[in-house]
């Protein structure tokens, strides 16, 4: 783990999403945080001594879900499925597919294997499976500002973790989807899904793959960020709201921040340290993980 030392900045954006803005000033305490997102090795280990079962591995029961078809009541997870060629951005639909048999065992579904994915981050995890991990581990998910702060590096008010440019120099520095999404992946970074953390260098403190690779899930229910009361306030620690925003009925969701492998330039630039998304707490992908951090 490395020490956070803990501080001010400006967390969100202004000039992106909607749901990054408005720009606020927050102060976070010193915290440990998790070098890398947890891995397949790690989780496997948790798995070998703990017996514990993911929601992923579970069929789900009609009482949990009454209006689904039979067929589909069994355990899977939602598996990243390039299309063939241009779709409507709006339908993700085209490119998600519920995999039968797909878990953190299983990543792309019956016929895969994680034990050659040993330094990849885990994937196919519910926010209760990560929160389950971190418990055996003494310790806990990070709320978004530490997330933010930690992903920022030191540097405050850029737009990515390095700098303002997305590739300065040409230079590809974290695992994001290159090209046209959802059917052109030009792999200019090297890899079509997850990469082994430390692929690239790390942030400011120490801290790889805060940016691409893996949504990384954090302990805060999601709702829209609001205004500070006044321009001078700053607030301290804050750890979201006490429910999840049930915008449109979607039912309770979590934040994730970072990005994936699967942000693209047209789609989902959310390949920065302010850009935040909703996970649904019973919702599996082969793009989310988590990492974990302790109290000082």
């Not at 942030?203 to 829209?224: H, K, P, R």
Request: aromatic residues 12%.
């Amino acid at each position: 783990m490395a020490l956070i030392p803990g501080g001010e900045f400006a967390m969100g954006s202004d000039h992106a999403y909607p749901e990054e803005a408005p720009v606020r000033r927050v102060r976070v305490d010193p915290f440990w945080m998790d070098l890398t997102p947890v891995t397949n090795a790690q989780f496997a280990r948790f798995v070998a001594e703990t017996g514990f079962v993911t929601f992923a591995e579970i069929a789900p029961t009609r009482e949990q879900y009454p209006m689904a078809h039979p067929d589909m009541l069994k355990a899977g997870s939602a598996v990243f499925q390039p299309t063939r060629g241009p779709v409507p951005m709006h339908d993700s639909g085209a490119w998600w597919d519920y995999r039968f048999g797909a878990s953190w065992r299983k990543p792309l579904g019956a016929g895969s294997s994680h034990e050659a994915l040993a330094d990849h981050p885990v994937v196919h995890v519910t926010y209760d499976d990560a929160v389950a991990y971190a418990a055996w581990a003494g310790k806990r998910l990070p709320t978004e500002a530490e997330w933010e702060f930690a992903a920022r590096g030191g540097l405050d008010g850029r737009d990515y973790a390095w700098g303002d440019e997305l590739e300065p120099g040409g230079a590809t520095l974290a695992n994001y989807w290159q090209g046209q999404f959802p059917y052109q992946n030009l792999l200019t970074d090297g890899w079509e899904r997850t990469s082994p953390v430390r692929s690239y260098a790390p942030n400011g403190y120490g801290l790889y793959d805060m940016i691409g690779n893996v949504w990384e899930l954090t302990s805060d229910w999601y709702a829209m960020p609001q205004a500070p009361a006044s321009p001078c306030c700053t607030s301290v620690n804050p750890r979201g709201p006490a429910a999840s925003d049930d915008l449109a009925k979607l039912g309770p969701r979590r934040v994730m921040k970072g990005g994936s492998h699967l942000c693209a330039e047209n789609y989902c630039r959310r390949y920065r340290p302010a850009a935040r998304h909703p996970q649904m707490a019973d919702t599996s992908t082969s793009h989310a993980g988590f990492r974990c951090v302790r109290d000082v």
